[in-house]
Nanobody, 124 residues
Framework: QTQLLESGGGLVQAGGSLRLSCAAS????????MGWFRQAPGKEREFVCG????????SYADSVKGRFTISRDNANNTVYLQMNSLNPEDTAVYYC?????????????????WGQGTQVTVSA
């Protein structure tokens, strides 16, 4: 079983940047594709981005392309989300997820493990 813990959220003004981290426990991190999802109040969870087990394939939602960058450091069992040019519509709880699939899929059911989330709030 893999446990995930997000960190790095906070309050930032529009146009600012944040970097989220997701630390995984155990020794199986490198076997998983990783994804970031987010959920705003009253809305369903949505896909943000994903990365394959070796970091060779990345996928982004249209809403964050060119602004967000996902990366991973398998030696430290950590995946990152660099968020630039933030706007108020990015406000949400951000979750990291892990799944035993080769592709960084946008389908939530394809992920097996989830973190508890970290709040990101972007002021106008």
């Amino acid at each position: 079983q893999t446990q995930l813990l997000e960190s790095g959220g906070g309050l930032v003004q529009a146009g600012g940047s944040l970097r989220l981290s997701c630390a995984a426990s155990g020794r199986t991190f490198s076997s998983y594709s990783m994804g970031w999802f987010r959920q705003a109040p009253g809305k369903e969870r949505e896909f943000v981005c994903g990365i394959s087990w070796d970091g060779g394939l990345r996928s982004y939602a249209d809403s964050v392309k060119g602004r967000f960058t996902i990366s991973r450091d398998n030696a430290n069992n950590t995946v990152y989300l660099q968020m630039n040019s933030l706007n108020p519509e990015d406000t949400a709880v951000y979750y990291c997820a892990a799944g035993l699939r080769r592709l960084p899929t946008a389908i939530t059911n394809h992920y097996d493990y989830w973190g508890q989330g970290t709040q990101v709030t972007v002021s106008a």
